[in-house]
């Protein structure tokens, strides 16, 4: 294995970016695999790389310059003004960022949990693949884990079903995939959120029982969401077979491992498939909800 794939998971990795699909990507990428009619873009979840993509992205700005400077002077002046955050929620600005783990990646970690742990299969860590690059509308995330309330421990023993609900009956959705992902590692696409090496004790992994929110300190992203790896695993948004990475038909995804799990299974790609009715007491989530844009008009 190369030295890049050990430096990524075991000490600093260098920042990259993928290259693409090619000049007609904007019109062939699939869409982000939410059925959150309310919440969804049109670009959510799409993914947009490559010189084909910017250029397209270039082209249709330059063509609407003509449009910009001759506007009237006396038009009405619009501006987009973004509502704040929901009260506990954190803001996580429209971006891309790089979701998932590579082939090499993949068999370099399914040699290192035979070592650690033994008892691995290669199959658990190629539902991390293929890595690629996706863009996320802005939105907002709860900044602990469900009822989202620091010093009270998270709510446990929930089917994906009752995630869901719990998260309507806020005004909220169930985070997806993409948003989960993004809020644990950040725009420099961490490993863990609080890193690319492993510290023992920054998160509560390994450990005998769950924790109330925000007890370890150090245990936060980029963004400051707190507990995304470890303490209990979270429910995500994600339909059963869509998108490059499929998922088994009646089964839904965790994210983010638990306390019980080793460092492994904890980092912010891995994937848990589990039966969308498992009400496993380890088993937790979070809410998200849209970051909303409203037009503000001066006359």
Wanted: charged share 25%; aromatic share 10%.
């Amino acid at each position: 294995m190369t030295e890049a794939i050990r430096k990524r998971f075991l000490g600093a990795r260098k920042r990259f970016s993928l290259g693409c699909l090619g000049q007609d990507s904007l019109k062939n990428i699939s869409a982000f695999e939410s059925n959150h009619k309310n919440f969804s873009p049109a670009l959510a979840g799409r993914r947009i790389c490559g010189r084909g993509g910017a250029t397209a992205l270039a082209a249709a700005l330059i063509a609407a310059l003509p449009l910009i400077i001759s506007r009237p002077a006396n038009a009405v002046q619009v501006e987009i003004v973004k509502e704040p955050c929901p009260r506990g929620m954190v803001p996580i600005p429209a971006g891309e960022f790089v979701m998932g783990s590579t082939e090499p990646e993949t068999e370099y970690l399914f040699k290192l949990c035979k070592q650690t742990m033994g008892g691995c299969y290669l199959s658990w860590f190629q539902r991390e693949t293929p890595r690629e690059t996706v863009y996320v509308p802005p939105y907002c995330i709860d900044r602990f884990e469900y009822p989202n309330t620091p010093g009270k421990k998270p709510k446990t023993a929930v089917s994906w079903e009752t995630a869901v609900d719990l998260c309507r009956k806020q005004g909220k959705i169930l985070c997806g995939e993409h948003q989960w992902e993004r809020a644990c590692a950040g725009p420099e696409n961490k490993v863990w959120s609080f890193g690319d090496t492993y510290v023992e004790g920054e998160c509560n992994i390994k450990t005998n029982g769950v924790e109330p929110s925000g007890a370890r300190k150090n245990c936060f992203s980029f963004d400051g969401v707190y507990d995304m790896n470890g303490n209990v695993a979270e429910w995500v948004y994600a339909r059963p077979g869509a998108g490059p990475r499929p998922r088994p038909e009646g089964g839904r995804l965790l994210k983010g491992g638990s306390h019980s799990d080793w460092p492994v299974f904890t980092r912010c790609s891995f994937r848990d498939f589990r039966p969308m009715g498992d009400q496993n007491r380890e088993n937790g989530f979070r809410c998200c909800a849209p970051l909303i844009e409203r037009e503000q008009q001066d006359d």
